[in-house]
């Protein structure tokens, strides 16, 4: 299976999970498609590949990485003042690792791109009533009607232009900002002791999960530097937890892309299929190639993470272990909403730390759900969030975001920790 030949078709071969297929017009999709084909990249290749070497030093240990925004990105909550936020709020974090962790931070967000979602159920019902389930909004919209819920393409070249004014206020940040990043590069090189080669002071690089594959495809060109194919729709793309199997589509078309990837590993997961996964997505063993991000609840992590890490070290083939604390630690209110306890992520953190250190592992990466807007949608945090506070500003269009507060405090305990 691995020395099948590889294109940026040839996950169309494989069994698919999480995408949909219920467009009505398949032919409008397919000229969506083809548009979104001629597109210009949203990325360059060379940003790409400084990623993946920025990535190889946090593989080494020489840096740390931090990733995060929202769950998914729609049309409603796009606005200047929120990405700058969500932005805002990154750089802040990344001070606070910098300075205790003594290592720079390099700094991705769930930017640019994150939109669709896989579902636990492909239909939900209310009062009786069966309706296909929201999938984010570049695939169908929120509202609970028939229209509303049927996929519709052009949804993608909105999702795509709004993508593309993205990039572009990132771009400007980075150009405002540039004097606190260059601070913030120095302080990272302040300890000769962990001295890294220098990593690229302005960027904020962009990621988002790979799961519209005829889109990631539609956006992958050949580079001619390098002979290589690099997917131009984000820096860094990941598999989730629910599209990781060995044989489907989403791990073919990820083996193939030059792109840095993320794997999800969630609590299922066992030693070898982790390292056969390795074997397909990594084979060469570049460093800052790959990222393992665990995803297993404060309950699960202590009986699930140190295997996984035990048998990557064991290995020898370099990789980014990072934590995403929040998919695992998700409940349901006593009013409704989905929401998660902010001590219950600190808590998966601090497990985190803890088991790397004791496996002799690098604890590098953190991937976080989180927004620069006052949101009340997870619980806790030193402006307290109560369940009753839950409805006043719940805006996510999917999972429960930290908001600022409760980020930056994540950020102080990492911090705290590292330096210990
Ligand atoms: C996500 O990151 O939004 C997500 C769906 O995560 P996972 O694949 O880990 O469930
Ligand atoms: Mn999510």
């Known amino acids: 299976m ?13 069994p698919l999970k999480h995408m949909p297929t ?23 290749a060379e940003e790409t590949r400084r990623l993946r070497d920025a990535l190889g030093r946090v593989a080494e240990g020489k840096a740390i990485l931090l990733q995060g925004g929202d769950c998914a990105e729609s049309f409603k909550e796009f606005s200047p003042d929120n990405i700058r936020g969500t932005l805002r709020l990154l750089l802040q974090m990344a001070v606070a690792l910098t300075f205790a962790g003594g290592r720079p931070v390099v700094r991705v967000g769930r930017i640019a791109g994150q939109f669709a979602k896989p579902r636990s159920s492909p239909v939900e019902t209310r009062d009786g009533i069966t309706l296909p389930a929201y999938r984010g909004d570049n ?35 980075i150009q405002e900002r540039h004097a606190d990043l260059e601070a913030l590069q120095r302080w990272g090189s302040a300890h000769p002791e962990r001295q890294a080669p220098s990593l690229d002071p302005r960027n904020v690089y962009t ?11 539609a956006q992958t060109h050949l580079d001619a530097a390098t002979g290589g194919w690099y997917d131009a729709s984000a820096h860094m793309l990941w598999i989730g937890e629910r599209t990781r199997q060995l044989d489907g589509g989403h791990v073919e078309f990820m083996r193939g892309i030059q792109n840095p990837i993320g794997l999800k590993c969630g609590p299922t997961m066992e030693p070898d299929d982790l390292l056969r996964l390795m ?46 604390p929040m998919h695992g630690n998700t409940l349901q209110a006593g009013n409704g909403y989905k929401t998660r306890p902010l001590d219950r992520i600190l808590s998966e953190v601090r497990h985190f730390i803890q088991i ?26 030193s402006r307290e969030v109560t369940e009753s506070d839950l409805p006043l500003r719940y805006h996510t269009h999917c999972d429960p975001r930290l908001n600022a507060d409760q980020a930056l405090q994540l950020a102080f305990v990492v911090a705290e920790h590292l330096r210990a």
């Open 279 to 324: 074997d397909v997505l990594n084979p060469e063993a570049i460093a800052g190639k790959l990222t393992l991000i665990g995803r297993f609840g404060a309950d699960k992590i202590a009986d699930r993470l140190p295997r996984l890490m035990a048998a990557t070290r064991r290995d020898g083939r370099p990789v980014v272990w990072a934590t995403d």
């Open 207 to 217: 990621s988002h999960e790979a799961l519209l594959l005829n889109v990631e495809e």
């Open 2 to 14: 691995m020395n099948r030949n590889w294109t940026p078709r040839s996950w169309r071969d494989r």
């Open 356 to 381: 790397a250190s004791a496996e002799g592992v690098h604890p590098g990466g953190f991937h976080l759900e989180m927004t620069g807007q006052d949101v009340t949608e997870c619980l806790g945090g």
């Open 22 to 44: 219920d467009y009505p017009n398949p032919r409008a999709l397919a000229r969506v498609e083809e548009e979104l084909s001629r597109r210009p990249s949203l990325v360059s």
């Open 139 to 173: 695939i169908n919209g929120m509202a609970f009607t028939l229209a509303e819920r049927t996929p519709d393409p052009e949804r993608l070249l909105l999702a795509w232009r709004q993508c593309s004014d993205t990039m572009e206020l990132v771009r400007a940040f």
